[in-house]
């Protein structure tokens, strides 16, 4: 119900755009989510968008360097990170939910199934 992409191989400084396309039934849903993992790391929330407002809210080590949006006309939602960073490195996954105001993985119901972004020095 979710598909991610858009993930690569860029070098610090770089951008990228991912992107979610969800499915008619998972569009109904209240708020989406993008999480990373890293390596032997938990996954941590980076940021949620609502699709009826557009509401953003994001982790700190992201916020000023990425955007989430949304194109409900496309059921997609896109994380643009600008200033990329080695840390940035991690599969990256967009998950959807109804929990208002969720930024803990086990909040989300429905999970894409993840793009690698690999940030180089």
Known sequence: ???????GLV?????????CA??????STYLMG?????????REFVGSITWGGGTTNYADSVKGRFTIS?????????????????????VYYCAATSRFGAT???????????T???VSS
């Not at 969800?22 to 569009?27: I, K, P």
């Open 34 to 42: 993008w999480f990373r993992q890293a390596p032997g790391k938990e």
């Open 1 to 7: 119900q979710l598909q991610a992409s858009g993930g």
């Open 11 to 19: 070098q610090a400084g770089g951008s990228l755009r991912l992107s």
């Open 70 to 90: 949304r194109d409900n006309a496309k059921n997609t939602v896109y994380l643009q990170m600008n200033s990329l960073k080695p840390q940035d490195t991690a």
């Open 104 to 114: 803990i993985a086990r909040d989300y119901d429905c999970w894409g199934q993840g």
């Open 22 to 27: 969800a499915s008619r039934r998972t569009f």
């Open 116 to 118: 690698l972004v690999t």
